[in-house]
């Protein structure tokens, strides 16, 4: 024996009185009986060795000493074995001492074997069969007021707290109930007696630890369950500390035990049943080794959270732990998470580095902020984005792709040109040539898009322009605006001599194009303001259309209120209105203000929809007055319920599409899965006609699950049996319901699901399938969707319709020649750009009527694309925002929360020195300890500074 076990054979020789080999087996065998679900193998002495024979033989002497159960002689009469038990009975209290002592000899034994548990502890096992003997000792112990019976009453309550994490009811918490009776026995007798022990060993009563993790998560389980129990069966309410001081005291105790022992995860899970997770923010055992574990967790577990308080909560905690960790980037995400204008200002003052400052306006202006620094320019230029368009084209030169590039570059008809295709080409050669140059005109727009060169519309006494006609020439004219988006000052100069023109068309294409390129950058001037508001205010209905499309892509997530004010009266307007005119002001509206929950412009919408007559209401492109009316309360949940009601209460069709729009939009990106549930209802009903709000609802699924990755698979697997049983409509909208779950992100899976579709007998499911490669490729130059497309041009050669969806289809996915990407996360995932996923909406909507909007006379909505465009770069510069090349690994983001130690971040890397393109699911981190980031997230423009602790290597 150890000379650790040397106290514990002191305190039993005092206890244990001398017995015979022939006693102990009686008294063996005795104990054997009562224990109704001991393991016979440990039963054998013969099995046992010698120091776990001794132990069990030592634990059971003191299980009688305790429970006074006399061991009666073979022979001894009725009358005898009375006497002998009334002689036990006599003793009582006046053992306590003894028994207490005895008590101390199982309590070390159990703690000693519990504090790590690679096993069943043989205590555990051994104590088993008298389980029930100590619970009923426990029992008949009574409710006496004495120090020494209080004593052993909660010492022997520990004892059964823990034996009961194996051996009761899980249903019953016995664990916990002894627990908290022992604790209110020690709180009765206070400090020092409680505290008082025989034991060698310091004794702390609230120190919970002692007994061993497995103990405290068994704990903490009937905690949570207790709490919900009171919460929902005894009509406790959840914010009354009182009503569970009990089972706080135990989680104040267990929660910084769990921090200390690296098991972050329980304890703020904990935290979370008991709904007390800003009791983190007062643990001292938080500090810079593990808060970056915590924060992890929390934000991954947010995206669960269907309750708007408890996200709030739950974000607000993670911002201050990143705060009172001196993480203030990390803080910013969390109050751009939460979407509060007024946590931004209170994060950004309370950071004194003037890089950090920086780095934060930089994901300011990436995330289309309309935030104003006060009283510092140089910042309000940094949010502004002013800087966008030079870093841009640097990363194009310094990756050589400058060069301006045709439609035919991007066609490549060369590698498509069969006999078959040259038959066909030369039948169908003069068909429709203006759709074939508006298509060349977006695809030249898309493809260089943000370079301030092309062949087509920038080169001197260019001739392409008049080779379009009519709204054709608009969308040509405002192409220039896409050339040269985020340049304002270039491109004003080349787009103001079109503003002047005679042509009503050309003149509003260039009304367009000072949106366009005015969208996500922030100029003193506001040229968009004042270039485009007297259009809005004249009679012409084309510049009308034109300014209002051009205000809204300007000004997208801006809550401008002088756009509004200019605005608000064309949707007002019910006398001789044009309804084209309505509904692009009040997308325009929704762009602007989206996520904001406006009361006035929401106000104003859903009045407009309430007076709008029939014919009005039944025109094509009365859905974006719906869709301007999502967008207001995109992401915001319970806040749209009120508009929801109003909006129901339209007697016409449009109403089921409106109300689902602004359901799906209000419950976007939450993965609410209740929600997603009344959307597939919505499907079970087979029509075939007037069956729009089935289209959006197909749509809002994948709004709904967007950015999550287990509601995104499972919606794939929903999209599997609609395409298998469901009616047209609802099938026509399944592949930009696919498309919306990949932006920008060509997964093998879909892209082959789509491809499949592309190919479908309905014209409408293969043009929407063609959209959908295009946008789940966008910015990528994926040269798998490439041969697809350039396949289904040659296929769709006679088919005017379906080529035009082509050749979109192949602008979008070389846009801006594979620098760009439209996905509205950043930030790691962890955030969505709002006004990016309304354009993209847009889009889809459009797409739900393809003949009546893109493949008519409005397919400048097209444009909508520029607000979600963002260079998909990753730049190292210095604290001066000068360029800094430094050596980085890319690879697959690898999911890290939870996982013990300092897990890896990426799989499969490769070494690249900055400026590098980032994918979808590629993350990024530093490959070498000469810099240190500002940011915790390397995407777009990062700011570096040297390593003061760096040393570099000797080299020989």
Not at 760 to 771: F, V
Request: include cysteine; aromatic fraction near 6%.
């Amino acid at each position: 024996m150890g000379s650790e076990e040397k106290p514990v054979s002191e305190l039993t020789s005092d206890v244990v009185k001398k017995e015979t080999e022939e006693e102990k087996k009686k008294k063996s065998i005795s104990f054997q009986k009562k224990g109704k679900d001991e393991d016979t193998s440990l039963t054998q002495s013969d099995t046992l060795s010698d120091e776990d024979r001794d132990l069990k033989e030592r634990l059971e002497s003191c299980v009688t000493t305790l429970t006074g159960i006399p061991i009666f002689p073979p022979d001894a009469t009725d009358q005898q074995k009375l006497e002998i038990k009334a002689a036990e009975d006599a003793k009582g209290l006046a053992a306590t001492p003894l028994r207490l002592r005895a008590l101390n000899v199982i309590a070390t034994e159990l703690r000693t074997a519990t504090s790590s548990m690679t096993a069943v502890p043989k205590p555990l096992k051994f104590l088993r069969p008298h389980y029930s003997t100590l619970c009923e000792c426990h029992a008949g112990l009574g409710s006496g007021s004495d120090g020494a019976a209080s004593l052993f009453r909660a010492r022997i309550g520990d004892v059964l707290s823990v034996l009961s994490m194996t051996m009761g009811a899980a249903s019953e918490r016995k664990s916990l109930q002894y627990r908290l009776g022992s604790m209110r026995e020690y709180q009765a007798m206070g400090e020092e007696v409680a505290n008082s022990s025989d034991d060698p060993s310091d004794y702390d009563y609230r120190d919970l630890g002692t007994w061993g993790h497995e103990y405290s998560r068994s704990l903490a389980g009937e905690i949570g369950s207790e709490y919900s129990d009171r919460v929902n069966n005894g009509n406790c309410d959840p914010d009354d500390d009182a009503a569970f001081a009990d089972l706080l005291e135990l989680v104040d105790v267990i929660v910084p035990f769990h921090v200390r022992h690296n098991a972050e995860v329980e304890a703020v899970d904990l935290l979370v049943e008991v709904q007390r997770l800003k009791r983190l923010l007062q643990i001292e055992e938080i500090d810079e080794s593990n808060y970056g574990r915590i924060c992890l967790y929390i934000l991954r577990m947010a995206s669960f959270m269907s309750d708007p308080e408890d996200l709030e909560e739950m974000l607000t905690t993670a911002l201050e732990l990143y705060r009172k960790n001196g993480q203030h980037f990390d803080a910013l995400r969390m109050a751009l998470r939460l979407n509060s204008d007024d946590l931004i200002p209170d994060v950004l003052n309370s950071c004194k580095d003037p890089a950090t400052k920086k780095q934060m306006c930089i994901l300011l202006g990436r995330h289309r902020s309309a935030y104003v620094v006060e009283d510092d320019d140089d910042l309000n230029e940094i949010v502004g984005n002013e800087h966008l368009s030079g870093q841009f084209l640097n990363l194009a030169r310094d990756l050589d792709v400058m060069d301006p590039k045709t439609p035919e570059d991007i066609y490549k008809s060369h590698l498509a040109e069969t006999g078959g295709f040259n038959r066909r080409r030369d039948v169908s050669g003069t068909v429709d040539s203006a759709r074939a140059n508006l298509a060349s005109t977006f695809v030249n727009a898309f493809v260089n898009a943000g370079f301030g060169q092309d062949k087509l519309m920038t080169p001197e006494n260019s001739d392409w322009l008049y080779k379009n006609k009519d709204h054709g020439m608009m969308s040509a004219a405002a192409s220039l605006g896409a050339i040269f988006l985020w340049n304002v000052e270039v491109g004003l100069n080349q787009v103001d001599k079109f503003l002047y023109s005679s042509e009503d068309y050309v003149k509003a294409g260039a009304a367009l194009a000072v949106g366009i390129l005015s969208g996500g950058v922030r100029n003193d001037g506001d040229p968009a303001l004042a270039l485009l508001e007297q259009h809005l205010e004249g009679d012409s209905h084309i510049m009308k259309c034109a300014s209002a499309t051009g205000l809204g892509i300007a000004y997208a997530g801006s809550a401008n209120e002088e756009v509004a004010n200019l605005l608000l009266p064309l949707v007002e307007n019910t006398e001789n209105a044009d309804m084209l005119e309505v509904s692009l002001a009040a997308l325009a509206l929704g762009i602007i203000y989206v996520g904001k929950c406006d009361d006035s412009v929401g106000g104003a919408l859903v009045q407009r929809l309430m007076e709008a007559s029939e014919a009005e209401l039944d025109h094509k492109h009365a859905r974006f007055l719906c869709l301007g009316l999502g967008l207001l309360f995109l992401g915001k949940m319970e806040k749209a319920d009120a508009m929801l009601e109003a909006v129901r209460t339209v007697e016409h069709k449009i109403s089921k599409y409106a109300a689902i729009t602004l359901e799906t939009c209000a419950y976007a990106g939450t993965g609410n899965v209740l929600k997603v549930q009344e959307m597939l209802h919505q499907l079970t009903e087979h029509l075939t006609e007037d069956a729009e709000h089935q289209a959006v609802a197909v749509i809002g699924i994948s709004l709904m699950v967007v950015g999550e990755d287990v509601g995104s698979e499972m919606a794939l697997r929903a999209f599997d049996h609609l395409l298998h049983y469901c009616e047209l409509p609802i099938k026509r909208s399944v592949p930009l319901a696919l498309a919306l779950l990949h932006v920008s992100q060509p997964d093998y899976a879909v892209i082959d699901t789509l491809s499949r579709l592309t190919h479908d007998p309905d014209a409408e499911i293969a043009q929407n399938a063609i959209m959908g490669l295009g946008v789940c490729s966008a910015g990528t130059n994926n040269s798998r969707v490439a041969g697809l497309l350039r396949q289904l041009s040659e296929f769709y050669g006679k088919d005017a319709g379906h080529l035009f969806c082509v050749r979109i289809a192949q602008g979008l996915l070389h846009m801006g020649k594979g620098l760009m990407t439209i996905s509205p996360f950043h930030s790691d995932r962890t955030l969505t750009c709002a006004p990016a996923l309304g354009s993209l909406l847009v889009f889809l909507h459009a797409c739900l009527d393809m003949k009546g909007t893109l493949l008519d006379k409005t397919h400048y909505l097209l444009y909508y694309f520029t607000c979600a465009m963002s260079p998909r770069m990753l730049i190292t510069v210095d604290e001066d925002m000068t360029w800094k090349p430094a050596t980085v690994r890319v690879g697959q983001a690898v999911e890290t929360v939870g996982v013990a130690g300092r897990p890896k971040s990426i799989t499969g890397f490769q070494t690249h020195t900055t400026p590098v393109l980032l994918g979808a699911k590629d993350r990024a981190e530093l490959g070498t300890e000469e810099f240190l980031t500002v940011g915790s997230i390397l995407e777009g423009i990062v700011i570096m500074k040297d390593n003061p602790d760096f040393v570099p290597e000797e080299t020989s």
